[in-house]
């Protein structure tokens, strides 16, 4: 039972208006990631940028631009215990204000050195912000909105992507050296944003209990609940986590990375896979490849820069669709349907390179939006959903920080090998990445369970682990869902025999012997 004794809730936002307060501020974080991403690609074809670092060759450009991704990597992995030591509030400020100097060094560089200097800070603040922001939305959504909370958070990161696209190609209207520095120093004030606002968000109630504050936690979960201490599904909520910390720690084998590894082998192989294939799936090929591919069909100088950002505004558009149908459809059959799509268009834009025809350059053109639409619609928001979901609250720091690690490290072997792979293998470089999208079904299809409207306490039995479960805390989630449980099984059996092939086919691992115990079955 609940002993936590609290007055009534002193917060002005509470419920509903409170959840998506939270997640307008905690997604400023995936947002000057995608920010940070995308602002280079404008600025080092400017004539100013160039001719302040002295016409840069393509090695120094490309270190420029790469060596962010070697700080985020480096930090994601640390990310893991700083996320469990100072919690996901502690980390989230750490990250926005390391991510702030960052940006400020490099705003006002007075060299190349000095630019990579500053690009090095801004990717260890990146590598934290994008670790910890998807935990922190994980923790404080309900099951029945968790999904479309986190993709909500997705389409910011591409918001910030494009964000940046407008941002360089406005700038160049500038005659001087603002026309850079203008778009850099805008990391400043959005970083400083995201900082003050992680100073009033309240941290993840999972974590407070974890760490002992229950009455600290409580608060949290009852403001999230609408206020009200007596709230039976708050109440409900705390005490599965609480529970659900009491066995782990009863287990007592620790927290090490190697207690992770041997209990939840499979679990951290999938959160590592979805963020592998996320790169291997060729975004990052298709994102170099665009600006090319603009000027080849016609648009030059500033009309590319113009052109690319069109294109991000459709990237951005695709990432809506997700916020309804990821907890409608599922996870399992937006992956499946994504990678069917993005393979299909990385198909075509390798043979209309083959036959390489006066229409090649707008055919091209049309299949890497339609790719980008793909991407941002699965492959972009689902591998930052599913990690955390996966994760239990004793390793979830820690597993989310490698599968983000692996990210980047993905991220960075594609974005290194791309050039050489387009002078040699030319055509080819789509089609292979096209045959990694279909590796990429195949995984999805026979491994990846269902994990929509499942709370983050019952997710064992979606992983086939209930003898776990042996403990008194196990109930129903009642935030998620309040009908009967005879009702509930009923629908799920008549749904399964009454489903078509197609649907059988997309749903194939759909959790069909997890149910939530509901208090008439403890």
Known sequence: MVDVALSPSRRKLVGQPLLYAISVFASLGVFLFGYDQGVMSGIITGPYFKQFFNTPGPIEIGTMVAVLELGALATSIAA???????????????????????????????????MIVGRVISGCGVGLLSTIVPIYQSEISPPNHRGALACMEFTCNVFGYATSVWADYFCSFI??????????????????????GSLVIPESPRWLIDTDQDVAGMGVIVDLHGGDPNNILAQAEFQEIKDKVIYERDLGEGRSYAVMWKKYKRRVLLAMSSQAFAQLNGINVISYYAPSVFEEAGWLG????????INAIIYTLSTLPPWYLVDRWGRRVILLSGAVIMGIALGFTGWWMYIDIPATPNAVVICVIVFN???????????????????????????VS??????????????????????????????????????????VYFLYPETTGVPLEE?????????????????????????????RAGSRRKAATERGWVSRLLYRDDRSTYQPIGEGDE
């Open 80 to 114: 893991g215990r700083i996320g469990d030591i100072i919690g996901r509030k502690g980390t989230l400020l750490t990250g926005a204000i390391v991510f702030t100097i960052g940006g400020a060094i490099q705003t006002f560089t007075t060299g190349f050195y000095v």
């Open 175 to 196: 005659e001087s050296d603002l026309s850079w520095r203008i778009p850099l120093f805008l990391q400043c004030v959005i970083g400083s944003i995201l900082a003050a």
């Open 302 to 309: 500033r009309d590319a820069v113009l052109m690319t950002g």
């Open 373 to 399: 639409a793909a991407f941002g619609y699965s492959w972009g928001p689902i591998p930052w959903l599913y990690p955390p979901e996966i994760m239990p609250l004793t390793f979830r720091s820690k597993g």
């Open 402 to 443: 490698i599968s983000t690690a692996t990210n980047w490290a993905f991220n960075f072997i594609v974005g290194e090998t791309t050039p050489y792979l387009q002078e040699v293998i030319t055509w080819r470089l789509y089609p292979m990445h096209g045959f990694y999208c279909a590796c990429s079904f195949i995984l």
């Open 459 to 487: 997710m064992d039995a979606v992983f086939g682990e209930e003898e776990r479960l042996d403990y008194e805390s196990e109930r129903a989630s009642l935030m998620s869902n309040t009908r009967s449980p005879s009702v």
